[in-house]
T-cell receptor, first 112, second 115 residues
Framework: GEDVEQSLFLSVREGDSSVINCTYT??????LYWYKQEPGAGLQLLTY?????DMKQDQRLTVLLNKKDKHLSLRIADTQTGDSAIYFC????????????FGPGTSLSVIP | GAVVSQHPSWVICKSGTSVKIECRSL??????MFWYRQFPKQSLMLMAT?????????EQGVEKDKFLINHASLTLSTLTVTSAHPEDSSFYIC???????????FGAGTRLSVL
């Protein structure tokens, strides 16, 4: 079945770049998302990319997609302490009937 | 835009009572809403999908008589945990999606504690 994998933890120093990686198994994935969850809160959509794109940049966030390897990454430039949170990678097929499949989440800790 | 409001944010109840959680899309019409459950330090587990005006579709292993879902309007879905027990204690998150769109927007979640 469909599966999304992420490393569970990442620790970076404030000001450095963070790179969170994700792999997925469903070759028909059409939409790939990154969500951020702060403690005790819901999920905030950070960005998303279509499967026909290789890269998307939005301010400090850069998403790279390698469709051949089914690998997605989220790069956060100039990481701040406020970026400490859990980041979920998710994918979805093309139709409205396809469900969003979430990864286990990567806990990002930013060291001051 | 695309704000989803979820209430209450935290509820404590006695075992055996029922609890209702509301999920509202504030600035868009949500033809489909989703209810998730999240255990500590884990990912989201989809419980059910509801389309406005029709019965919810529950995921395998989720008791539909235990978790009643109503999606009576394009901006409101409710989840009622009936006869709650301590094992129902969890973080419940709703999500809403516009017609023919592929982006889900999430509420802030409800922490349910059953004593």
């Amino acid at each position: 079945g469909e599966d999304v994998e992420q490393s569970l933890f990442l620790s970076v120093r404030e000001g450095d770049s963070s790179v969170i990686n994700c792999t997925y198994t469903d070759s028909s994935s059409t939409y790939l998302y990154w969500y951020k969850q702060e403690p005790g809160a819901g999920l905030q959509l950070l960005t998303y990319i279509f499967s026909n794109m290789d890269m998307k940049q939005d301010q400090r966030l850069t998403v790279l997609l390698n469709k051949k390897d089914k690998h997605l990454s989220l790069r956060i430039a100039d990481t701040q302490t406020g970026d400490s949170a859990i980041y979920f990678c998710a994918e979805k097929g093309e139709t409205s009937y396809d469900k969003v499949i979430f990864g286990p989440g990567t806990s990002l800790s930013v060291i001051p | 835009g695309a704000v989803v409001s979820q209430h209450p944010s935290w509820v404590i109840c006695k075992s055996g009572t029922s609890v209702k959680i509301e999920c509202r899309s504030l600035d868009f019409q949500a033809t489909t809403m989703f209810w998730y459950r999240q255990f500590p330090k884990q990912s989201l587990m989809l419980m059910a999908t509801s389309n406005e005006g029709s019965k919810a579709t529950y995921e395998q292993g989720v008791e539909k008589d235990k978790f009643l879902i109503n999606h009576a309007s394009l901006t409101l879905s409710t989840l009622t945990v009936t006869s709650a027990h301590p094992e129902d204690s969890s973080f419940y998150i709703c999500s809403a999606r516009r017609l023919a769109k592929n982006i889900q927007y999430f509420g802030a979640g409800t922490r349910l504690s059953v004593l």
